[in-house]
Structure formats: structure tokens, C-alpha cells
């Protein structure tokens, strides 16, 4: 609701002559004084005034209500419900995360890449408005865990439920990619994105990255790629049926050479995500570059409130006429 408001507040200056109209019933009331002759007023001396002597004004005061109520009826007081309709060409993203084995590094401590990157695509879509946005995870081959959807709250379940893949299966980056340009393929929105994280290198699928780089081209899909990883070694952590968990040292692998080309052939960028604030930012800037363009137009609609005056006014009125007519009727 927008408020309320007047639509022919002019008549609100009629008021002003409301004081002028009860100086006048006050000094005819006064000039025309009535009386009854009794032969001896001593019965009478010791009586006080009743309870309906003292209220001998009501009538007038109702009047004066009534009149004031029927004033702001005849002004048409109106309340505004205000509607929107929004405009915007949307931007259809799908987010492309590796959680291949090599994502449970913890160079990003105490916590692995793979969380410290669900956490940063959940920040991004929970900072979307109006853009689909999906989901592909990949390993060894990839899949569809979210199709585009505009629901944000399913979405973010989907990622926080993303695990570790359970074994060894190798980093298929040219498959994630293709399922993702599969998914974008038929969409009308404006803009196509892919956002692809990863901590390797291709080494499965029948698409290579190169491959897919040139089909997103074709389908018009920018693709913004990140190597999650430090630039020197990372504390790797394996289970020694012996020993217990243990960890080893492993350079990350990431193929900078091969993501740069990807970006670079449809149009994107590459960044290298070496800690989890670089990361943050680097969705930021992203989330910057990729907004929809939203047009906002208000309506508001006005309903009449002119009967929730009147009838109270009526109301005044007729119990002013029984009150003058009955118990609080002047002698003339």
C-alpha cells in the first residue's frame, strides 16, 4: 500500500466555516431563551443538575462530527495499492564445479577447495535476482545437478550437497563444459555464461576443452574459468590403513594455458583463485560483469474509502435527532 490521499482535497476548506456556523447556533440559542412560569421554585432549589442536563451539548457536538465526517467523505479519500511490473532481459548462467578427488586439498585451510568453493557459487547465487542459473558437477564425466531454474533456495540446497567424488576418476573438463552448453544451448536469454572452476587438467571424456571452447563459441555462451588452487604445493590428505590419515604434499596441476584459451575464444576471462578472499573477489567481479538489465514500472491503484466516512457521519446524525427529539429535546 502507498498511503492514502485526497481526491478533491479543496473541500477540505469548507471547514474553516464550521467554527463561524456554531458562533451562530450559540448566540441564536442564547436570544431565544425560553421559560415556563411556576408559582413557587422552592421544591426545585434543592435539585441538581441530571445527567442529561449536563450533556444538553451532544446534539450540537454530533452535528459538528457529522459534519466534519461528511466533509472528509465529499473529499473522496482514496487508498493506493501499488503494484510493479518488471522488465529484464535476463542472463542464463550455468555454474560448472570439479569435484574431482584432487578438490580435497587444503591449501585453502582448515578447509578443502571444494568447500571453499561452494561456498563462494552459494554468495553468488544468493546475490542473483533475476538470472537462471544451474549447476553441472564434474569428475570423471559430467552431469546436471541443478537444470537452470529461477528457484535459489533449491539451487543452494543442490550445492551444499555437493560431495567429493568417492574415487579417483580422472578431470573431464571438456565433458563438464559440454553438458553445461547442452543445457544452454536452447536458451533465448540475452547473455549465456558458464562459470567453470576447476584444480586440473583435462584427462577424460571425448571432449577436450579446446572442443568445447569452440562450440560455446558458436552457441554465443561467455565462459569465465578459475584454477582453484595455490601456486606452490598442497597439503593432500590420504587414509594410511596403518598409519591413519597422514597427508602429502602435491603441486597443484592446473592447465592455466588451456582455461586461458577457453576464456579467451568465447569472449571471457581467466582468473587464478590462490586462497578463498581472491576467490570472493574473483565471483565478485563476475557477479559485476554479468547483471541483468531490470526496468521497474510502478502502478498504483486507488479505491474509493469515501463509505467508511459517510455511514459513520449517518450514524451521528440520526443518533443526534433521536437525542434532540427524545431525552435531550428543548423546550421551545
Not at 559430467?142 to 533449491?154: E, H, K, Q, R, S
Not at 565462459?223 to 590420504?238: D, F, K, N, Q, S
Not at 591413519?244 to 584459451?261: F, N, P, Q, S, T
Request: hydrophobic share 45%; with cysteine.
Amino acid at each position: 500500500m502507498s498511503g492514502l490521499r485526497l481526491a478533491d482535497p479543496w473541500l477540505l476548506a469548507l471547514l474553516a466555516g464550521l467554527p463561524l456556523l456554531l458562533w451562530l447556533r450559540w448566540i441564536r440559542s442564547r436570544r431565544g431563551v425560553s421559560s415556563y412560569r411556576f408559582p413557587d421554585l422552592g421544591l426545585l432549589s434543592g435539585l441538581g443538575d441530571t445527567f442529561f442536563a449536563k450533556i444538553a451539548w451532544a446534539p450540537a457536538a454530533l452535528r459538528a462530527a457529522a459534519l466534519i465526517l461528511l466533509l472528509l467523505a465529499f473529499a473522496r479519500p482514496q487508498a493506493g495499492h501499488t503494484e510493479e511490473e518488471m522488465l529484464t532481459q535476463g542472463v542464463d548462467i550455468v555454474l560448472v564445479l570439479d569435484n574431482s578427488s584432487s578438490m580435497a586439498a587444503e591449501d585453502f585451510r582448515p578447509r578443502n577447495r571444494l568447500a571453499v568453493a561452494k561456498e563462494a557459487v552459494a554468495a553468488f547465487v544468493a546475490g542473483r535476482r533475476s538470472d537462471r542459473l544451474g549447476l553441472v558437477v564434474f569428475s570423471g564425466h559430467g552431469f546436471t545437478a541443478c537444470p537452470l531454474t529461477l528457484d535459489y533456495n533449491v539451487l543452494l540446497e543442490v550445492i551444499r550437497g555437493v560431495d567429493l567424488a568417492r574415487r579417483d576418476e580422472g578431470t573431464a573438463i571438456g565433458m563438464g563444459m559440454g553438458v553445461a552448453l547442452n543445457r544452454l544451448r536452447d536458451s533465448d536469454a540475452k547473455s549465456k555464461v558458464i562459470v567453470l572452476m576447476t584444480d586440473g587438467r583435462n584427462n577424460r571424456g571425448e571432449i577436450d576443452p579446446t572442443t568445447a571452447a569452440a562450440l560455446a563459441q558458436t552457441l554465443g555462451v561467455k565462459v569465465y574459468a578459475i584454477g582453484v588452487g595455490t601456486l606452490g604445493e598442497a597439503p593432500y590428505p590420504v587414509e594410511d590403513p596403518i598409519l591413519g590419515k597422514r597427508y602429502v604434499y602435491l603441486r597443484a596441476d592446473i592447465d592455466e594455458d588451456a582455461l586461458k584459451h577457453v576464456a579467451e575464444t568465447t569472449g571471457g576471462k581467466y582468473y587464478r583463485a590462490t586462497d578463498q578472499e581472491s576467490l570472493g573477489r574473483i565471483f565478485a567481479e563476475i557477479d559485476r560483469a554479468e547483471k541483468s538489465e531490470i526496468k521497474v514500472k510502478h502502478f498504483v491503484h486507488y479505491s474509493e474509502r469515501f463509505p467508511f466516512l459517510a455511514w459513520p457521519a449517518l450514524g451521528l446524525l440520526v443518533l443526534e435527532i433521536l437525542l434532540a427529539n427524545t431525552r435531550l429535546r428543548r423546550l421551545p
